[in-house]
């Protein structure tokens, strides 16, 4: 699959991604993988070129055409912010919508417990961290809780729906799509 992917996104145009786990996997797990290898160029290429979604608005200084309005929470997955080292890029995209609101949540920078087969190989633990992440953005008052990775906001959705908490998600180019 790493190798079809490699052939996909041959060239020299930006690849935008919706994750930063995805984003994370290419930037970091492709070099490695491909070491020593005939495509260890191409790897290292694609590596350069990849983008998550807010860190190419960043980084192309493109401003969101967004009309949405009211507030959000955001939550930094794991990826976004321990592998790529990024945090500011999608509260800038935010911050760049008239009329949007960001409220920071407690514990905003805490794994919702998802994370690949963590939430099968530790349930309970998945479940509680999952909930816990519901809870304290449901208590910023903020319309919706907004993250750059799906998998994050489908853990903490479906959390919130077993235990009853109201909370809204959208991934943060949805927001932007407003």
Do not use: W
């Amino acid at each position: 699959m790493a190798r079809r992917a490699l052939d996909a996104f041959a060239g020299d145009e930006p690849v935008v991604v919706p994750s930063g786990s995805c984003a994370a996997m290419v930037r970091h797990a492709y070099p490695e993988l491909f070491a020593g290898t005939p495509d260890e160029s191409r790897a290292v290429d694609l590596a350069d070129r990849v983008f998550e979604f807010s860190q190419y608005l960043a980084r192309e200084d493109l401003a969101p055409a967004s009309a949405a309005s009211g507030s959000v929470a955001y939550h930094d997955s794991c990826h976004m912010l321990r592998i790529l080292g990024e945090r500011e890029s999608p509260r800038r995209a935010i911050a760049g919508v008239a009329g949007l609101e960001l409220v920071e949540m407690e514990g905003r920078d805490v794994c919702c417990g998802f994370g690949g087969t963590f939430s099968v190989t530790h349930p309970e633990v998945s479940g509680k961290l999952g909930e816990d992440k519901a809870r304290n953005a449901a208590a910023t008052g903020a319309d919706e809780l907004v993250a750059c990775d799906a998998s994050c906001l489908l853990h903490i959705a479906g959390r919130a729906r077993r235990c009853g908490i109201p909370l809204r998600v959208r991934h943060l180019a949805e927001v932007l799509d407003s």
